[in-house]
């Protein structure tokens, strides 16, 4: 598996070996674990942890600040709608 990691986050520079800004998930593998994260700038992180220590093996775009915005908007829309 080969990693992406680098120095920092291409994005934003967040460091790779600093902690992430929000873990998303932990999953225990055979090898150790995967840890899906989120960095600062929105973008996701898919980090292996194992006997070679702990590496980023794969990263999306930041997360587009509008899209979320509008999503939150659509979904507190949709939490104030009476029931029916």
Known sequence: MSSTTGTACPHCGWPDGAE????????????????????GCGSLQVRVLDARGMRIVSRSRPADASASANASASADARSSAPCR
Not at 22 to 37: E, K, P
């Open 20 to 39: 992430p800004f929000q873990v998303v998930s932990r999953h225990s593998t055979a090898a150790g674990s995967t840890v899906w994260t989120r960095c």
